[in-house]
């Protein structure tokens, strides 16, 4: 089942935060965190596999909660290069270590001057 | 390395044409999978190899649409004949076999299908 990511789109001015959610039914193995530009390939992010744990990457950090089936990536003091659509991809416990990921609708984020 | 090469990136073709989208993976990496793109499903899997084998073949809408690995450094989509409801965006990825590393994805193949 496809993860469901919330908000679908946010507008924001530089130097504020965002939050997007990303929310399965399934249990999760893993949690892949990618962003793609207009016209561009999706590019990696980041990974979580354990529960609870929380990676950072520049000013974008993520959590997952295995228990909840859930991971949020957090964007701080955002910049004009964060604009894109975000997606998490999930891998269950059912084909983990395959790689195999299902994408989640995506967020679009946009921030402006 | 380049990365993952797909070919090619733009096609427009006929309803009823065949249409043959080509990627090579990064070398090295033995998980190869075919993802379409559109603004209503978004991202999803079609299909991925592990080793040139198909493992997993459920995304794959119809059966207009398949897939080969023939070695370890190219695969093909083909989708045969082609409606215009396939138009999408097709992109390749490539990865390690184990879950916790991330996929390269190509640059897509934007198919229209008029």
């Known amino acids: 089942q496809q993860p469901v990511q919330s908000p679908q789109a946010v507008i924001l001015r530089e130097g504020e935060d965002a939050v997007i959610n990303c929310s399965s039914s399934?249990?999760?193995?893993?949690v892949h965190w990618y962003r793609q530009k207009h016209g561009e390939a999706p590019v990696f992010l980041m990974i979580?596999?354990?529960?609870?744990e929380q990676k950072g990457h520049d000013k974008i950090s993520a959590s997952f909660n295995e228990k909840k089936q859930q991971s949020s990536l957090y964007l701080t003091a955002s910049q004009l290069s964060y604009s894109g659509t975000y997606f998490c991809?999930?891998?269950?416990?059912?084909?983990?270590?395959?790689?195999?990921?299902?994408f989640g609708q995506g967020t679009t984020l946009q921030v402006k001057p | 390395d380049a990365g993952v090469i797909q070919s090619p990136r733009h096609e427009v073709t006929e309803m009823g044409q065949e249409v043959t989208l080509r990627c090579k993976p990064i070398?090295?990496?033995?998980?190869l999978f075919w993802y379409r793109q559109t603004m209503m499903r978004g991202l999803e899997l079609l299909i991925y190899?592990?080793?040139?084998?198909?493992?997993?073949d459920s995304g794959m809408p119809e059966d207009r649409f398949s897939a080969k690995m023939p070695n370890a450094s190219f695969s093909t989509l083909k989708i045969q004949p082609s409606e215009p409801r396939d138009s999408a965006v097709y992109f390749c990825?490539?990865?390690?076999?184990?879950?916790?590393?991330?996929?390269?994805f190509g640059q897509g193949t934007r198919l229209t299908v008029v």
């Open positions: 991809g999930t891998e269950g416990r059912s084909s983990s270590n395959t790689g195999k990921l299902i």
């Open positions: 990825a490539s990865s390690f076999p184990q879950g916790n590393t991330e996929a390269f």
């Open positions: 399934k249990a999760l193995y893993s």
């Open positions: 979580l596999l354990k529960g609870g």
């Open positions: 190899f592990n080793n040139n084998v198909p493992i997993d």
């Open positions: 070398s090295g990496h033995n998980s």
